[in-house]
């Protein structure tokens, strides 16, 4: 038994290791025929490439005369087509341009707008401006104005803030205290208190001492002065209060009228010039009349004249000239508003001579005068 055993053990042996080299010589064989088909495929991409590619270059272009010789005449009209739109384009842009107008219609009339022509004019306001200034017959100021929309504006009398309006959504706004003005003159402007902007124009007021509806509004503007409001008698307010000749042919005459307006000055009809009332009321004019006659009548003509230059009051003064004043005869009343420069140029004739007035009565400070005081005028 242990003999077959040992013979059984020694055959499997043997047919392991024949199986074994049977497949190891069928592996390498295979590895063999591998090599050689990748080795004659290498050697033909190695050694004619040029023809490799010849024969690819040579198949598109057969292709492509294929695609020619298949549609050439689509292409044909295709080409036919670009070259007439081509020609067309060029036709239309050198062709000249018709203009054809076409035929306007009536114009519509439709109605204004107020409140968008109002927020049109607000939304230009870049400062505050007045619209109206009036005394009323009970004495109370109306103020009315314009600045931007919803803001802060400050009403000034006299250089102190008396109130801040507020300005609606169209700018506007309304300033109307119950107290009374006392009779006097004031000078009024705005500021808009939140950008601080002060108004261009200012406005003058003159309240009379007894009768307000004669009282008067000036608006002061870089162009010159504008009625705002009118009195509606002014005959009163215009008074000749002296007449001066000079013996060197001069005439000087004063008095008082509306403030911040003109009084020209006529004798015999001839037109002699014209002064501006100050802001008390005071206004003196001279003028060169030549030689007048002691005991010959003559007719002087005031007029008061508005901003516009039309004339509103007129006062007509007959007189007897008397005999002409001597040099040390000659003296001047201070009024208020006064000054040595105005009294110089309506006695001398000339403004800057106020320092031989000065001289003449012992002012050290020109500047300073006072109303009532008498000034002796060295006329010769």
Known sequence: ????????????????????????????????????????????????????????NNAKVAKNQSVLRD?????????????????????????????IVPTVPEPIIKPVNIEQRATDKVATVTEPSFDIVRIEQDGKIVIAGRNCAESNISVVVN????????????????????NVLKSGNYEIYLIDADKNIKSKDSVFVYVPEKDYKNSLSLLM????????????????D??????????????????RALPKLRVSLTLNNKYLGYARVSNYKNFGLGADVGELKSGEKYK????????????????????????????????????????????????????????????????????????????HIPVK
């Open 300 to 375: 002087l003509i005031i007029r008061l004249h508005d901003a516009s230059g039309k004339t509103i009051a007129t006062k007509k003064h007959e007189f007897v000239m008397p005999k002409a004043t001597g040099c040390e005869d000659t003296f001047y009343t201070v009024r208020r508003g006064d000054s040595l420069w105005i009294i110089a140029n309506n006695f001398l004739r000339r403004g800057i001579l106020f320092s031989i007035i000065a001289d003449c009565n012992n002012i050290t400070n020109p500047d300073l005068i006072y109303p009532k005081q008498v000034l």
């Open 238 to 255: 215009l008074v000749i209060s002296k007449i001066d000749y000079l013996n060197t042919g001069r005439i000087v005459v004063t008095g």
């Open 71 to 99: 549609y050439w005449f689509p292409i044909l009209c295709a080409m036919l087509v670009v070259i007439i739109a081509i020609v067309v384009i060029t036709v239309k842009i050198n062709a000249p341009v018709k203009v």
């Open 1 to 56: 038994m242990t003999a077959q055993n040992t013979k059984k053990t020694k055959r499997s042996t043997d047919e392991m290791i024949s199986g074994a080299v049977d497949r190891q010589q069928s592996w390498l064989n295979n590895r063999r025929i591998f090599t050689r088909q990748f080795l004659r495929r290498f050697n033909v991409f190695h050694r004619k490439p040029d023809e490799s590619r010849n024969q690819q």
């Open 221 to 236: 503007t870089e162009n010159g002065s504008k009625v705002l409001q009118f009195p509606q008698s002014v005959s009163g």
């Open 159 to 178: 250089n102190k803030v008396v109130a801040t309006e507020h300005t609606d959504k169209n700018g506007e706004f309304v300033y109307a205290p119950h």
